[in-house]
């Protein structure tokens, strides 16, 4: 597999959490998200670059396996893997981490597609624009 990875570190918040003190399962979404757009920058592709390229991005596949619990004040840490794909499709990976108790919390994937901006349509190809950046990306190999 061809991959590109990277972390990001997270402190939980009071209004992330339940009132048994413990993160409320949406919220790793917003840490996959999260995770997403600091890769997206880091590697000169952000939601706003792909928007104005004439793209739209959602979500159309996701998966997430609960494995700890994280609590209020505990420090998280984020892996995201994007993963190479021939086809017209963003493919994301996630190990969301307790760093406080140094515990696997969350594995994730996720998928999203191309929609012509315009046409509202599904891209069956990848993007040019999209295609290109891939090829300049230094891919990791495992």
Request: proline share 2%; hydrophobic share 40%; charged share 25%.
């Amino acid at each position: 597999m061809k991959y590109i990875d990277a972390r990001i570190n997270l402190d939980i918040r009071f209004s992330e959490v339940d009132s048994m003190g413990i993160v409320w399962h949406g919220n790793y979404l917003k840490y996959m998200e999260d995770a997403r757009e600091f890769l997206g920058k880091e590697l000169g592709m952000n939601y706003l670059e792909v928007y104005n390229q004439g793209y739209f991005v959602p979500i159309v596949r996701v998966n997430l396996d609960y494995k700890a619990p994280i609590q209020l004040g505990d420090h998280v840490g984020v892996q995201i893997i994007l993963e190479y794909s021939k086809a017209a499709k963003i493919i994301h990976h996630y190990n969301i981490w307790n760093r406080t108790t140094d515990v696997l919390a969350c594995a994730a994937y996720s998928e999203q597609v191309f929609i012509n901006r315009d046409t509202r349509e599904l891209e069956l190809y990848k993007p040019e624009m999209y295609a290109s950046w891939c090829d300049q990306l230094d891919w990791k190999t495992k």
